[in-house]
């Protein structure tokens, strides 16, 4: 379980960060929790990270995130489980789940979205455009 913060990385001139929003990332590849967390904030994240989707919920409870990525091929739980789990919980019907995936095929995005994600991307996609969509979202409720 991590929680990182940027605010050594300063906020957008006139924000300030209680401004900043909450980004649980579900994901255990370093390499791209690395890169969401640094483009996030640009887009006014602090960042919370599960790298085996084994805390997931524990984090929701604690931290109270105001948005999810969620990886689909993690270690522990797959991507899919975690999603059927969330979307089971009233508690958590207004949270916005953004998959965010390496896996491809017929019907794999088709199912993520009928479980209730809000959206899917690629992982090849720009991680700017996702982060905007995520941003948006969270920004505008």
């Known amino acids: 379980m991590m929680y990182y913060t940027h605010k050594s990385w300063g906020s957008k001139s006139g924000e300030s960060d209680c401004m900043k929003k909450k980004l649980l990332i579900i994901e255990d590849a370093p390499e791209m929790i690395d890169l969401l967390k640094w483009r996030a904030q640009h887009h006014q994240f602090d960042c919370i990270v599960d790298e085996t989707g084994a805390t997931w919920a524990e984090q929701i409870q604690n931290q109270k995130p105001d948005a ?31 998959v965010l995936s390496g896996i491809s095929g017929e019907g794999i995005e088709e199912e993520a979205l009928s479980l209730g994600a ?24």
């Open 68 to 98: 999810v990525i969620l990886d689909m091929n993690l270690p522990l739980m797959g991507g899919f489980g975690i999603l059927r789990e969330f979307r089971n919980r009233k508690d958590l019907a207004k949270i916005p789940i953004f």
């Open 118 to 141: 809000t959206a899917y991307f690629h992982k090849d996609d720009d991680l700017d455009h996702i982060l905007k969509k995520v941003s948006d979202r969270v920004h505008s409720a």
